[in-house]
């Protein structure tokens, strides 16, 4: 199985100020296609997940410009660019290159 | 409005059984992969399970292989679990969610809680 390592796992921000999340793969994620499946999930609290970035850099529709992906190979990351108040929860990398696995989630939260 | 609704969850003792549906509306469901991820109460996700467009080909994680079946009925838009010998580590909340591409989950459901407990 691919293992996602996420780092940190909490991340104590301040509003205005920028964030940034790692998520590094144990194994390369270019798969055959060419493509690089690895997107970014974000779980608010006691909300269902929300796509954020798929194939590592490309934001869903309605995502605000603040949020960016960026990476290749093994080693992506997510940043925000000024944390809102409306960004506290659970950010997932997630790997769709062999069988799907997630990271274990970076908990986001205003200082 | 692309809508996914999931119902059948509760509290179900170990060993026994549960069928989850999800009734999926506002895209062309017949045209869709679909999937079920779970999230164990205060933990990260998991995916569990996956069906094509015809429902000719299923995909499970290791840990139900052999327990539970997921289907699709088309003509309805419905998506289903069924769920048997469950064990206290299935609890957790179940999400169906639409599968446009390699696992790449674009629409979720609100997800239905799942208990197994004596």
């Known amino acids: 199985d691919v293992v996602l390592t996420q780092s940190p796992l909490s991340l104590p921000v301040t509003l205005g100020q920028p964030a940034s999340i790692s998520c590094r793969s144990s194994?390369?994620?270019?798969?055959?296609?060419?493509?690089?499946?690895l997107n970014w999930f974000q779980q608010r609290p006691g909300q269902s997940p929300r796509r954020l970035i798929y194939k590592v850099s490309s934001r869903d529709s309605g995502v605000p410009d603040r949020f960016s992906g960026s990476g290749s190979g093994t080693d992506f990351t997510l940043k925000i660019s000024r944390v809102e108040a409306e960004d506290v929860g659970v950010y997932y990398c997630m790997q769709g290159t062999d069988w799907p696995t997630f990271g274990q989630g970076t908990k986001v939260e205003i200082k | 409005e692309v809508q996914l609704v999931e119902s059948g969850g509760g509290l179900v003792q170990p060993g026994g059984s549960l069928r989850l549906s999800c009734a999926a509306s506002g895209f062309t469901f017949s045209a869709s992969w679909m999937s079920w991820v779970r999230q164990a109460p205060g933990k990260g996700l998991e995916w569990v399970a996956n069906?094509?467009?015809?429902?000719?080909?299923?995909y499970y994680v290791d840990s139900v292989k052999g327990r539970f079946t997921i289907s699709r009925d088309s003509s309805k838009n419905l998506l289903y679990l069924q769920m048997n010998s469950l064990r206290a580590e299935d609890t957790a909340v179940y999400y169906c969610a639409r599968d446009p591409v390699r696992w790449s989950w674009d629409y979720w459901g609100q997800g239905t809680l799942v208990t197994v407990s004596s």
């Open positions: 194994q390369s994620l270019v798969y055959s296609d060419g493509n690089t499946y």
């Open positions: 069906i094509n467009i015809d429902g000719s080909e299923t």
